[in-house]
């Protein structure tokens, strides 16, 4: 079946620090790529996507390419600010369930 | 307004109570989905709401109910829960459920302990 795999965590960088978190993914189709944040107490915001192969979705500093070739849409920030502190999935969309599949998640963690 | 609004925020409940959980949006949306999320795990899907009808279960036991009286509202009602029952619920909505995959919004949440 459709599943997502990212990176454990938690990630500890330093302000200002370049931010990456693997996702790789297993799906039949084509399906649309997302990237979901949860900030302490809150719900999830989704915070870019792609929905198909080579798009690059961007948001807030964030950015993901969808690559077929090697079934990943890895997160990358240039510079990361402790507000950047949160939760990150990684998600698809199933085209066979019509259903959202979250990765577990991968902590953050910004310090100045 | 692009809100989902839960309440209550916090419930603390025994096993032997009935509680409900609250959910509202007024984006037009005629999805909604009850999602449950343990801590430091995805969220889990649990029903969906399809123009007011129940399009998905995803065999949840019994002592949820969920119930969605008009567009704008979902409802889910809770009885005889268990400890392993505490989780933060999260509730959703999408312009549709063909929508689902672009446009969902998630409320913040209630987070629930049973004792």
């Known amino acids: 079946g459709d599943s997502v795999t990212q990176m454990e965590g938690p990630v500890t960088l330093s302000e200002e620090a370049f931010l990456t978190i693997n996702c790789t993914y297993t799906?039949?189709?084509?399906?649309?790529l997302f990237w979901y944040v949860q900030y302490p107490g809150e719900g999830l915001q989704l915070l870019l996507k792609a929905t198909k192969a080579d798009d690059k979705g961007s948001n807030k500093g964030f950015e993901a390419t969808y690559r077929k070739e090697t079934t990943s849409f890895h997160l990358e920030k240039g510079s990361v600010q402790v507000s950047d502190s949160a939760v990150y999935f990684c998600a698809l969309g199933s085209s066979n369930t019509g259903k959202l599949i979250f990765g577990q998640g991968t902590t953050l963690q910004v310090k100045p | 307004d692009t809100e989902v609004t839960q309440t209550p925020k916090h419930l603390v409940m025994g096993m032997t109570n009935k509680k409900s959980l609250k959910c509202e949006q007024h984006m037009g949306h005629r999805a909604m989905y009850w999602y449950k999320q343990k801590a430091k795990k995805p969220p889990e899907l649990m029903f969906v709401y399809s123009y007011e009808k129940l399009s998905i279960n995803e065999s949840v036991p019994s002592r949820f109910s969920p119930e969605c009286p008009n567009s704008s509202l979902l409802n889910l009602h809770l009885h005889a829960l268990q400890p392993e029952d505490s989780a933060l619920y999260l509730c959703a909505s999408s312009p549709s459920h063909r929508d689902v995959f672009e446009k969902l919004f998630f409320g913040s949440g209630t987070q629930l302990s049973v004792l």
């Open positions: 799906a039949t189709g084509y399906p649309s």
